[in-house]
């Protein structure tokens, strides 16, 4: 094995910088990973731009990523060398009542993330905690896993709100988790599911993937989005997260709708009409994901339940990172889902 490895570093500009580092040994309860692919995700465009919370340079960005176990540090269960994994982004305290059920996400003394605010998988090898890990199923590529956040998200989002056999669900966004709730909108048996977007390729990608419907954004007005849905939905899911999708939620939703908040908003949302969420009595929800859906997110892919290669729309190499950076900003119409992958 190499003694150092390449990893794209963050200091602060609008870009990264390609480094050599040196590998070091895993500790207790860690694995060193040879990372195979790894997702470029918006919280990660955010990150770059200096926009989230508790960053700070110099940093590894690469909260979604894959690989194999390459070496494993003292008390990790031997069997993990050599396996294909995945990695979950989220370390807690391992200590409070959340981190012990497993929901590091969810830390009561504040979850960091791999990635975020420790060196994730924008790099050759990474080093991650044994209990960050789950094993691919032998079908499922590296590619797949690499995709990360659109794998866990949406698997989170539609169990919180609790979509249901029957249920009319609206999905404001076409987004790549968009695209992915669409499909488990699907499996949970609705009775119809309805994009509100505005690119056309993704738009045409959900009604492959199963939506009965999609409504552009860019050819109607609000009061003409009521008429088009014929009815009320009983689930809304606005995965965008700006005020204006937030209050159209609100409006289009009727008594009882279940409203779930997925998009991460860029700025505070100022302006949200928040009479109907009185008046209609409401239920108003969120979620990030879930680190303990990985595993039903795995046995999806591997059953051919849940789709991702379609979305998985540009492949970039670590020394293209910049470009691809660069390239997700021009067109972020056109890209769906990018990944980096290493040799
Ligand atoms: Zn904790
Ligand atoms: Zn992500």
Redesign the pocket.
């Known amino acids: 094995m190499a003694d150092s490895y390449l990893a794209a570093e963050w200091h602060g500009t609008r870009s990264v910088d390609l480094v050599p580092k040196t590998i070091r040994e895993p500790q207790a309860g860690e694995i060193l990973v040879k990372v195979k692919a790894a ?1 470029i ?4 465009l955010h990150l770059i731009d200096g926009g989230y919370p508790g960053c700070r340079p110099p940093l590894v960005p690469g ?2 990523f894959s690989g194999q176990v390459v070496a494993l540090g003292p008390q990790v269960e031997p069997s993990w060398l050599g396996r294909r994994i995945g990695c979950d982004s989220y370390l807690g305290c391992g200590r409070c009542i959340n981190c012990l059920q497993g929901k590091h996400h969810l830390c009561r003394y504040g979850p960091r993330e791999l990635g975020v605010h420790v060196d994730g998988g924008w790099a050759e090898y990474v080093i991650v905690p044994a209990e960050n890990v789950f094993q691919l199923p032998d079908n499922v590529s590296f590619e797949e896993a690499g995709a ?2 659109i794998l866990n998200c949406p698997l989170a989002a539609v169990e919180k709100i609790g979509v249901q056999a029957g249920d009319t669900v609206l999905l404001i966004g076409d987004g790549p988790s968009s695209l992915m709730m669409v499909q488990l909108a699907r499996l949970a048996g609705v009775g119809e599911v309805i994009v509100l977007g505005h690119r056309e390729k993704r738009m045409r990608l959900a009604k492959t993937l199963g939506a009965d419907r999609t409504i552009d954004t860019r050819a109607w007005e609000i009061r003409s989005f009521a008429v088009a849905l014929r009815k009320r939905p009983e689930v809304i899911i606005d995965a965008v997260g700006k005020a204006e999708t937030l209050n159209w939620a609100l409006e289009l939703a009727g008594v009882g709708t279940r409203i779930h908040f997925f998009g991460l908003p860029a700025a505070p949302l100022n302006g949200l009409d928040l009479q109907h969420l009185l008046f209609k009595e409401i239920l108003l929800t969120s979620s990030t994901g879930n680190p303990l859906l990985w595993p039903t997110a795995m046995r999806y892919l591997s059953a051919g339940l849940l789709r991702i290669k379609p979305l998985l729309s540009h492949r970039f190499r670590l020394t293209e990172i910049n470009t691809g950076l660069a390239c997700i900003r021009q067109n972020p119409g056109e890209i769906i889902k990018a990944l980096l992958v290493m040799d």
């Open positions: 997702g995700c918006g919280t990660d909260h979604e990360g956040c």
